[in-house]
């Protein structure tokens, strides 16, 4: 074998085992990145599972719930918080004894009948929306539940909603739940702050977002909103808050939670 025959028979070998090892890379990349997804809907399915677990032990079926959940199916059905959720809104306004409760985003109603169902006889709810067929058919739910006397349902952009409100020296809310468009939470804060005493709750929904709350590279207007939200939070001195993180049925993400000094 001359020279010329041994360096082209040894580059010959180099490349088939490069594509060997190309190719069970490639491979076994798949298999690994099929085995994360399969790994990630196994635990989405058990969270699901887990939460489903809990609702049928600790919360008790009810049928206005069911009609405002089923009422929503429509639109989407991603806006309504978990039954585990709301059951923790219920009971956190129940620690409070609250006695006003403002919501800022209404969509079909469920949400505001779970922080209704807190409310003494003469508890007041008053509750924002901006898409006019989720008021209509929110306002549905509330009347057909018996609800109107404790509810009322105000339909525009939250923002001047809010700014009417202060105008109007609208009481101070005891209990403030905040879950509609996320640019607009900053905003949102800065108004409920002046619609609220000492000891008021803040509560914001969907604020973790898949986890992408800490990815500062984050292009995503809703990502870049409550981002700012949390920011302004921990500026503001009047008041002290938290996140948490959940999962469950509602995938992964988080809220908010502040009382005002
Ligand atoms: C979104 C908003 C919500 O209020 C919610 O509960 C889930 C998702 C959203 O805008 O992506
Ligand atoms: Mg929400």
């Known amino acids: 074998m001359d020279y010329d025959t041994f360096v082209s028979g040894v580059l010959c070998f180099c490349t088939l085992l490069g594509l060997v090892e190309w190719r069970s890379n490639f491979l076994l990349g798949g298999v690994a990145q099929a085995t994360a997804s399969q790994e990630g809907n196994s635990k989405m399915e058990k969270w699901s599972a887990n939460d489903l677990y809990i609702s049928k032990q600790l919360i008790p079926d009810d049928d206005v719930l069911s009609t405002a959940l089923n009422s929503g199916k429509q639109y989407t059905t991603d806006y309504e918080i ?32 779970w922080l209704e169902q807190a409310l003494p006889e003469d508890g007041k709810l008053i509750s924002i929306e901006y898409e006019k067929a989720y008021a209509k058919t929110a306002q549905a739910n509330i009347e057909n539940a018996g609800l109107s006397d404790k509810v009322t349902i105000l339909q525009g952009n939250a923002v001047d909603v809010l700014k009417t409100l202060i105008h109007n020296n609208e009481s101070p809310f005891d209990m403030i739940f905040i879950d509609a468009d ?21 509560y914001g ?57």
Request: with cysteine; charged share 25%; aromatic share 8%.
């Open 82 to 113: 978990s039954s585990t959720q709301g059951q923790l809104l219920y009971l956190l306004a129940k620690t409070k004894n609250a006695n006003r409760i403002l919501e800022v985003g209404t969509f079909c109603g469920y949400n505001t009948i």
């Open 182 to 202: 996320k640019p607009s939470y900053p905003e949102y804060l800065k108004l409920s702050l002046q619609l609220s005493k000492s000891g008021t709750i803040i």
């Open 205 to 261: 929904d969907n604020v973790v977002r898949d986890g992408e709350l800490c990815n500062v590279n984050s292009t995503d207007e809703k990502v870049k909103g409550v981002q700012k939200f949390i920011q302004e939070m921990g500026k503001i001195k009047t008041i002290e808050s938290t996140t948490i993180q959940t999962i469950g049925i509602k995938r992964y993400d988080g809220f908010t939670l502040s009382i005002v000094k």
